[in-house]
C-alpha cells in the first residue's frame, strides 16, 4: 500500500524548519556516508547532522505519532531511522531498494515527508515502482509518502532548486503489509460507521473484529 498523508506539518513548523536548516547549511555533508555497499555509486545526496537537523527529526517524529492516518497505516512500534536529505542540481538517487536490516532492526515501511515547494524545484520525483506501473510523487510541503519497504524506488535527478526532505524507516508492530493494510481497512470502515450514525453495536462487532486480528498479528 502506497498512502499519501497530507499536512502533517503546519505551515509555522515548515517555515522554522526550513529556516533552521537553512542556517546549518555546512552541516549537509553527502549521503555516501550513511549508504550501504550495494548504493554508494547511485546515491548523490546529502544529508544533514547538528542541532537543527535534530530538532526537525524529533518534531517530525511527534507530528507522525500525533497523526491518526500514519498510526493506523503504520502501525509504528519505533522510528529506527529518521533523516534529513537535500538534493541540488545534478543530484539523483537511483533505482534501489532500502535496507531490510539498519542497526540490526527490520524496517517495514520508508516514508518521504517533502518541505519544499514543489515549484521551487524541477525533478526531483519520488518514483515508486510496481507491477502496475511506476507511481511518480513530488508533493506539497509538510505532505507525507507511505510505502513499503520492500519497494524499488528512485529520486529522479533535480535540475533545478533544492529538494529538501525528511525521509525514515519504521518498524511495525505488523510485519505482514497486507495484515497492516487489512487493519487500516477496518479502522477506515469503523470511522465510516461511526459517521454515518449506524447503531453502536454494530461497529462493536467490526471493532471486535480488529481487536482480535490485533492480537492474532502484532509482533509486541
Do not use: C
Not at 531511522?81 to 534501489?96: C, D, E, F, I
Request: hydrophobic share 40%; net charge negative; charged share 25%.
Amino acid at each position: 500500500m502506497i498512502l499519501q498523508i497530507a499536512d502533517v506539518l503546519s505551515a509555522e513548523q515548515l517555515t522554522n524548519m526550513r529556516t533552521t536548516l537553512a542556517g546549518e547549511a555546512a552541516g549537509f555533508t553527502s549521503g555516501k556516508a550513511t549508504a550501504g555497499w550495494y548504493v554508494k555509486d547511485i546515491k548523490h545526496n546529502d544529508q544533514a547532522a547538528g542541532p537543527a537537523a535534530e530538532s526537525a527529526v524529533a518534531a517530525v517524529k511527534q507530528a507522525l505519532l500525533s497523526n491518526v492516518v500514519f498510526r493506523s497505516s503504520a502501525r509504528p512500534k519505533e522510528f529506527v531511522k529518521v533523516l534529513v536529505s537535500r538534493y541540488q542540481p545534478g543530484m539523483a538517487y537511483g533505482t534501489h531498494v532500502d535496507d531490510a536490516l539498519m542497526g540490526g532492526k527490520r524496517t517495514d515501511m520508508s516514508f518521504t515527508l517533502f518541505l519544499s515547494e514543489p515549484e521551487h524545484y524541477d525533478g526531483g520525483e519520488l518514483v515508486i515502482e510496481g507491477n502496475d506501473g511506476d507511481s511518480m510523487i513530488k508533493l506539497p510541503p509538510g505532505s507525507l509518502v507511505l510505502y513499503p519497504t520492500t519497494s524499488l524506488h528512485r529520486v529522479n535527478e533535480v535540475t533545478r532548486g533544492e529538494r529538501l526532505a525528511i525521509v525514515g524507516w519504521v518498524r511495525s508492530y505488523f510485519r505482514s503489509p497486507e495484515q497492516r493494510e487489512t487493519l487500516f481497512d477496518l479502522d477506515q470502515a469503523i470511522a465510516g460507521l461511526q459517521g454515518a450514525g449506524v447503531e453502536r453495536a454494530v461497529s462493536d462487532r467490526v471493532f471486535k473484529v480488529r481487536n482480535i486480528l490485533t492480537r492474532m498479528w502484532a509482533e509486541d
